[in-house]
């Protein structure tokens, strides 16, 4: 009896050492290196134009952009519906937000478009003069990037928000 209290003791231990190591519901896939190396150099473009007012990075709209990344087929198309939205108030001076899949932005909704692959080469391109007018860089106060890594390709969604113009 005293030997199957103890097998029984240490049976126990080890099921709760293993459920220690057992994650818990679906893991987020890390972000890639260019992804990580575009986010920092963009956050930087922003803070240069916010001098002591750094942005903010939230997950506002991180679930939508990530299921929208999630629509990009394996040869790098999305219909174009399904790559963005905002809200946009007082024609530009009021406070706005948006998100978008870095892609062409003169495409139609019904259009299926190509999602721009996050490259070296290429990472400057999609600052965020690419998103708002030079102008408008200093009301960015708040973004996200989220990113997708499919066949050692990094696609990318960037969500911005402006704060309201003053007068």
């Excluded at 519901?25 to 750094?54: H, L, M, T």
Aim: proline share 3%; with cysteine.
């Amino acid at each position: 009896m005293k030997k199957t209290r103890r097998f029984v003791a240490l049976l126990l231990a080890a099921v709760l050492a293993l459920a220690l190591f057992t994650a818990c519901g679906a893991a987020e896939q890390p972000q890639s290196a260019i992804g990580k190396v575009y986010e920092d150099w963009f956050v930087e473009q922003i803070n240069s134009k916010r001098p002591g007012k750094p942005v903010q990075k939230v997950d506002v709209k991180h679930s939508e952009m990530r299921t929208a990344l999630a629509k990009i087929s394996e040869d790098g198309k999305f219909k174009a519906r399904d790559g963005g939205d905002h809200e946009a108030n007082g024609c530009g001076f009021g406070e706005s937000w948006y998100w978008m899949i870095l892609s062409d932005r003169d495409a139609s909704a019904d259009k299926t478009v190509d999602a721009v692959v996050l490259t070296p080469e290429n990472l400057t391109q999609y600052g965020p003069a690419y998103f708002v007018d030079k102008k408008q860089l200093s009301r960015i106060d708040e973004y996200d990037i989220v990113t997708r890594v499919m066949d050692d390709k990094t696609y990318v969604a960037v969500y911005l928000h402006l704060e309201e113009a003053k007068s």
